[in-house]
Nanobody, 116 residues
Framework: QVQLVESGGGLVQAGGSLRLSCAAS????????MGWYRQAPGKQRELVAW???????NYADSVKGRFTISRDNAKNTVYLQMNSLKPEDTGVYYC??????????WGLGTQVTVSS
């Protein structure tokens, strides 16, 4: 059974930091490149960072240099360290396999709100 549980969101001022965590079930975590997605109000969900099982990472241009994705394979957990947050980073953050589509299982996400 697939499970994805995101946590760590909150309200932060611009320039602040947050660290998100995602506990994933082994069935999805162990065989996949994992990613963090963001859905801003009124916008489609977008992939902002991803990491292969071996640790190769890549980022959307909008977060490059500010966000860092990592994973702990022993704990089936993926993290997103977010620094220098901007109001446009506001949204619900989800983790999933890097090529997830709308019909895949999604967790509840975690809300990130950045005030100006």
């Amino acid at each position: 059974q697939v499970q994805l549980v995101e946590s760590g969101g909150g309200l932060v001022q611009a320039g602040g930091s947050l660290r998100l965590s995602c506990a994933a079930s082994g069935s999805i975590f162990s065989i996949n490149t994992m990613g963090w997605y963001r859905q801003a109000p009124g916008k489609q969900r977008e992939l902002v960072a991803w990491i292969t099982r071996g640790g190769y990472t890549n980022y959307a241009d909008s977060v490059k240099g500010r966000f860092t994705i990592s994973r702990d394979n022993a704990k089936n957990t993926v993290y997103l360290q977010m620094n220098s947050l901007k109001p446009e980073d506001t949204g619900v953050y989800y983790c999933n396999k890097a090529r997830a589509v709308a019909d895949d299982y999604w967790g509840l996400g975690t809300q990130v709100t950045v005030s100006s």
